[in-house]
């Protein structure tokens, strides 16, 4: 069993900046490909970005490309998200999955893919 915690959300302005973290026990990191989605009130969750067991891949959501770096320290067991730039549209709850991968470049980015996943951290920007 793999548990997943997030933190760091909170309330920034627009233009501001945020690091989400999230960490991972119960498993080998290094084992399992993550990404973060996200739930904004009222709409589905959706996929924000993604990073392979190694970290040498990732894979962004058009709405952040440039904006938003996923990164991973397998040693402290923990992915970050960190975001710039925010907008009122990038409110919402942010969740971390991962996923037990066989592949070192798998780099998933449906939510479908991943059984595990933290509670959530709530990122809002006001407009």
């Known amino acids: 069993q793999v548990q997943l915690v997030e933190s760091g959300g909170g309330l920034v302005q627009a233009g501001g900046s945020l690091r989400l973290s999230c960490v991972i026990s119960?498993?080998?990191?290094?084992?399992?490909?993550s990404g973060w989605f996200r739930q904004a009130p009222g709409k589905e969750r959706e996929f924000v970005a993604a990073?392979?067991?190694?970290?040498?891949?990732?894979n962004y959501a058009d709405s952040v490309k440039g904006r938003f770096t996923i990164s991973r320290d397998n040693a402290k067991n923990t992915m970050y998200l960190q975001m710039s730039s925010l907008k009122p549209e990038d409110t919402g709850v942010y969740s971390c999955?991962?996923?037990?991968?066989?592949?070192?470049?798998?780099?998933?980015?449906?939510?479908?893919?991943?059984?595990?996943w933290g509670q959530g951290t709530q990122v809002t920007v006001p407009s």
């Open positions: 119960g498993r080998t990191f290094s084992r399992y490909t």
């Open positions: 990073i392979s067991r190694s970290g040498s891949s990732t």
């Open positions: 999955a991962a996923a037990a991968s066989w592949t070192t470049g798998d780099v998933f980015t449906i939510a479908a893919q991943y059984p595990n």
